[in-house]
Each structure stands twice: as C-alpha cells, then as structure tokens.
C-alpha cells in the first residue's frame, strides 16, 4: 500500500511523540517494565519503517516526474523548431508526420522520399501511410 508524503509525515511524528514519551517517563523516574519498553521500541521501529518507506516512494514518485519534465522540455524545445509546409512539420529539411505530432505528440519522421508521379513519397513508419511532396529534385 503506498504511502503519500503527508502520511509519513505523520508517521515520523508520531514516532517523535514515542521518543518524547519514553524521555518524560526517564525524567519523571518512572520505571517502565522491559514489556512497556519493547512495546515502545516495537511501536517506534514501525513508524520508522513506515517513514522510510514513504520517503522512497516519494523520491521514486519525485524522480519519475523530473524525468516526465525533462521529457516534456526536449520534446517542446525540439518541435519549437518544426516549420509547416506541404501538410508536413519539417525540421533541418526532414519531414516529419503531422498525424503522429498532432494526435499523440510523437516527433516521427517520415521515410523516403520515393519518386513519384507528381512528387516524392514520404513514408510514416508508424501508421504507413504515404505524403506527397512537390519534386524537390
């Protein structure tokens, strides 16, 4: 069961409050019975347990986002480069296909060009389905 951030939170202040309370018993001279001082001890591993478990998924959460981000940012800064011509996203004089950008954001680009009658044959390799571009050549 994962634990969110706030959760081992409040776990670790819960272990805090087990510390304080066997400190106050140690002040107060209080004679805690090696039973009681298990069940505390037992009690604060627990909530430790739990926090560090709840750090980790928190940093493993943490990390897959930066990585997300990162990803997102390539993604923009490269497609902020994209030209539009033919019905295509060109980038450094290479189609790519405007089905794959504009429906899943997916930089594909095109293969070929083969000749044709009336133009060269763009390729996407994902869904194969030719473009037709004017004759550049």
């Known amino acids: 069961m994962p634990i969110d951030i706030a959760a081992g939170l409040a776990l670790s202040k819960n272990a805090l409050d087990i510390v304080m309370a066997v400190r106050k018993a140690i002040r107060e001279k209080k004679k805690l019975t090696d ?8 009690t604060l591993q627990d909530k430790l347990v739990d ?3 709840a750090l980790m ?8 986002l930066k990585g997300q981000l990162a990803d997102a940012k390539r993604m923009a800064d490269f497609c902020a480069a994209f030209t539009k011509g033919e019905g295509l996203y ?10 794959c950008w ?6 594909v680009r095109l293969g070929g ?14 869904h194969k389905v030719y473009h037709v571009t004017q004759q550049r050549y």
């Open 57 to 64: 998924e928190a940093d493993e959460e943490n990390r897959s």
């Open 113 to 126: 060009p083969v000749d044709g009658d009336g133009g060269e044959y763009w390729l996407c390799p994902v």
């Open 35 to 42: 039973d009681e001082m298990r069940d505390y001890l037992d």
């Open 51 to 53: 926090v560090k478990t």
């Open 102 to 107: 504009d429906t899943r954001r997916g930089p």
């Open 90 to 99: 060109w980038h450094d004089s290479f189609p790519y296909c405007p089905t």
